[in-house]
């Protein structure tokens, strides 16, 4: 019975790291979009979110199951309650994707974005990038010594952020306030992805230590 | 046994109520300290915030606890799951909240809200005060028929931030791109907080209907 238990767990995992690339990879199509101010990436990362939410429903319920015909309690109750929140954070994650190729798209048939802008955005999607992949080595190996590194790398988004608007907000800023709107919902976006990385991240490390980070 | 399950389920559920009381101080708070430029009020709200993740902590404690202990399946045991996530969402509301009010003593002693785009404002935080005040009488109540008034609420939350973009970028603002930026974060933040009591709500939905709206 127990053995069982674990065996479907672990099958929920597995499938939570899977959609967790899916949604890297929705994080890296957006950023495309918006920096080639290409309209058929944007269109993709749109229609896609209903994937991720689909994937996200069916994970969900066999987590459900699981907690009702297995009844976990303790450590295994909470890594089932655990894994429903980080499904949670994926799923905003993808939304957050389709807010970034909303932008791109409604600038198009140029980039949302200055050229000088590019490598900031540039920085930013990949510091996103490389959270989630932390975040979803953590989930999988239960790793919580990368926890470290992922609070740096949220630091390292928060500077990407004040850089940006400082950029938005200095005086040599001569784009006016529409590409000024855009970017600052823009670093939002991205600031909120690597958030819920770092929520995702945090679970585990609870989940391990009992300590809330 | 199951009377004690349902005591125990009702008190959380009443916390929860009660909770959803003090995220609307926050927000209104917030939009006060905002429109008034309160140092004092922004502070009380930032400071607050605290509060409404210890009270978190301690309804999902509790809720963890029964769901360890009494096992519940089926209908109960997806309430519990879904209280466990309107905990996420309040919480969300109260960082939201704190998010208003940081950019609220950011811009004292002026107010960050140009003197013409404060009835847009105050009618956003109306607004998302009306939506939180009805997802908690639906989580109450159980009373999916307010759940449509709701969904109403939300549309004019959107047409109210539609209308504060349009202003930003009009022809008619004078006002630079500083401020402009923060009401985009602004208009954003308080959307937010009504598509969490939006996602409140339909959980209670879902739960009584069985469908996902």
């Known amino acids: 019975m127990r053995d069982q238990y674990y065996e479907q767990l672990d099958a929920i995992v597995d499938d939570l790291v899977n959609l967790t690339g899916t949604v890297r990879r929705a994080v890296a199509d957006a950023t495309k979009a918006l920096l080639e101010a290409d309209a058929q990436i944007a269109e993709s990362v749109i229609a896609g979110d209903k994937d991720i939410d ?80 932390s975040a979803s080595r953590i989930v999988a190996d239960r790793n919580v010594d990368a926890a470290g590194q992922l609070e740096n790398e949220d630091d390292e988004m928060d500077r990407l952020r004040k850089d940006l608007l400082r950029s938005l907000l200095g005086d040599s800023w001569t784009y006016g306030v529409e590409p000024a709107v855009d970017l600052a919902l823009l670093g939002r976006y991205y600031e909120r992805i690597g958030d819920h990385a770092v929520s995702m991240a945090r679970r585990v490390v609870y989940l391990v230590t009992g300590q809330l980070s």
């Open 54 to 133: 689909e994937a996200t429903e069916i994970i969900e319920e066999r987590a459900l199951l699981l907690l009702a015909t297995q009844q976990p309690v303790a450590t295994d109750l909470r890594q089932l309650v655990a894994t429903l929140r980080m499904l949670t954070d994926l799923q905003r994650m993808g939304d957050l994707s389709v807010h970034v190729a909303k932008v791109a798209r409604r600038r198009m048939p140029d980039s949302a974005v200055p050229e000088h802008l590019h490598p900031t955005i540039t920085a930013m999607a990949a510091v996103a990038d490389s959270m989630i992949d």
